[in-house]
Structures are given as C-alpha cells and as structure tokens.
C-alpha cells in the first residue's frame, strides 16, 4: 500500500531510529547494571528495553505496510558513570521521543487518520508510564543520596 505522504514514512523512519537507538542503549545499560550487581534496576530497564523494541517492530512492520524499506542509523551507544546520570539520561530520551511522537500523531492523523496515528498513541501511553518511573527513581535518588538509594533498594533484588 502507498502512503498518504512522504512526510508521514519519514517520520516512522524516525520514530524507528529513536526507538532501535533506545533498544541498544538499554541492551547495554542493561549489562551495565548486572555487571555492577543492581538487579533491581537492571529488571526495570530490562522491560524498557522490551518495550521500546516491541515499538520497534511495530513501526518497522508500519513502514514495511507502506512498501517502503526502513532506512535509519542507531546511533552511538553509551557507558553510564552513576546510577543519576544513567536515570537523567534516559529521562531526557524518553522526553525527546514523547515530544517528537505527539507531533508526528498529529501529522499522520492530518496526512491520512489511518491506524498510523494509533501507533503513535500507544508509543506515547507507553513513554509516559516509562518517564513517570524514572521521575520517581530520580526522586527518590534526590531524597535518599545515590549511595541511601543503593542500599535501599539492595533488598528489592
């Protein structure tokens, strides 16, 4: 099937490059936290990373729909230096996807209000409930210090 815009495939090729971008950088973090020994928080990005590769397929599986090959780089992977940092980091990816999906929703839902715009939806639902916990992780990190919230969550493993 043909898309109602070129705008519209441009806009999945970058939602999905985000979206592999964020996969392989939790992959890692994920790694990260398990060779540091904080299973807690390594469960906790390991379902972000679920999540943002089931997104993935989505969008690639959208982008293939409209007879157009997914074309996109994934960017550079990263090391963390503390577990704030790591929190602030993905906090600050999850706001630029959530803020760059709610603007292509809108363009896909003008361009055509086809299922693309759905997709788009559920990716935001998901983000959302992604940003509300690392905001109260980064709380609790601001109350507890890094090292109070370490030991603190030690127990949950």
């Excluded at 996969?23 to 020994?37: C, H, I, P, T, Y």
């Excluded at 007879?67 to 929190?87: E, I, K, Q, R």
Aim: aromatic letters at 10%.
């Amino acid at each position: 099937m043909q898309s109602p815009d070129k705008a519209t495939v441009a806009n999945l090729n970058t939602t999905a490059q985000a979206l592999a971008h964020l996969a392989m950088q939790f992959r890692a973090d994920v790694r990260q936290l398990n060779a540091m020994g904080l299973g807690w928080l390594q469960c906790r990005v390991k379902k972000w990373y679920s999540t943002s590769e089931s997104h993935l397929d989505i969008f690639l599986d959208r982008i293939l729909y409209f007879d157009t090959d997914p074309t996109f780089d994934v960017g550079s992977v990263v090391g963390m230096s503390s577990v704030p940092d790591l929190l602030t980091r993905i906090q600050q990816w999850i706001t630029d996807v959530l803020q760059q999906a709610k603007k292509f929703r809108r363009a896909a839902y003008d361009a055509d209000p086809d299922y693309t715009s759905d997709l788009y939806e559920h990716l935001i639902r998901d983000f959302e409930k992604i940003a509300y916990k690392i905001e109260r992780e980064l709380r609790l990190i601001k109350q507890l210090g890094e090292a109070g919230y370490i030991g603190a969550r030690l127990e949950d493993e």
